[in-house]
């Protein structure tokens, strides 16, 4: 369990980060990819990823599918910041892991990869040596790959999340917003508690909390490992969300019950999404889309509401059912 302790100074001092964190993201959905029980939003993203199978090997040597992974990997983002993935935000949030001075990586390492837990090559190579280009390399490959191509549905569900936590606040207020960050989370004054891998215990003392909702956090939260670092708790973006059981039907069940395009839009609808957002996930054209939802539609798997120029498709309790496993 993850606790967090808050003093008064603290809650006068809780912030939500201004958009997404494209490192957080990218190491996020390296550690998601590895995942069993990946939800089925994610899978058409993993299906269209998963040929770049050189590039995600790289990327999984580097973050393991569960327990720690070291803290300079996701660096604090500049003041400001709106989680431009193209810009010179990555570039510099790469240029940072490559500054970290060694005798951080040093403790950074020691500390995620204690006596009892083997250490990998490059994380030995990087200890020896207080170099992290070949780490930043393969970061920077698998982003371009995996994390770009999708940023603007990364930043669609981190804008949605803000503006529920932005509603929170007004209407409940800090303390408020707290107990409802996430189903994994419970508030009870003056701590924070989360369903976490490990326990950690985090006091505040005065600094405050930034709170970074997550595209590609599911399940529960994240945090650092050094409680010396400036407080920050990973969110994930859907309040409600939790990993599914192993019933869940697989993408190959469904490309061969409903073919690739439908099985891939249905999968994707985990969370509701617009005709144009499922095009640029699938990479097909609106009007394919439009084809193809229209036949599940009838089929009872989901509906179509239209919001002013945008059209908006959500699974239906059977759908949700069809991707939980027949």
Known sequence: MLRIRFTSADLARVRVASGPHPLWESVLSINGLQYHNLPARYWAWRSAVSE???ILRAAYSVVPASGNFADFLTPSMS???SGSSGSSEVDEQFEAIRQVPRAVVRDDL?????????RPRWAEDAYDSGRLDPVVQTLERYHHTAVRPVWSAVRTGV?????????????????????????????????LEA??????????????????????????PVTFIDDELPPTLVLPIQ?????????????DVLVRLLGPTRAKLLAGLESAASTSELAHRLGVSPGSISQHAKVLRESGLITTTRLGQSVDHTLTPLGRAVLRGL
Do not use: K
């Open 52 to 54: 770049h199978q050189d």
């Open 79 to 81: 003041s400001g910041s």
């Open 110 to 118: 020691a500390r995620t990869y204690p006596a009892a837990v083997p």
């Open 159 to 191: 804008e949605q999340a803000r503006q529920r936590l932005t509603a929170l606040l007004l209407n409940a207020g800090v303390e408020g917003m707290l107990s409802r960050l996430h189903t994994s989370i419970r508030w009870h004054a003056p701590v």
């Open 195 to 220: 369903d976490y891998f490990t326990e950690q215990t985090l006091d505040l003392d005065g600094r405050g909390l930034l709170v970074v909702p997550s595209y590609f956090c599911f399940g529960a």
């Open 239 to 251: 309040p409600d969300d939790e990993p599914f059981d192993d019933t869940i039907a697989d993408l």
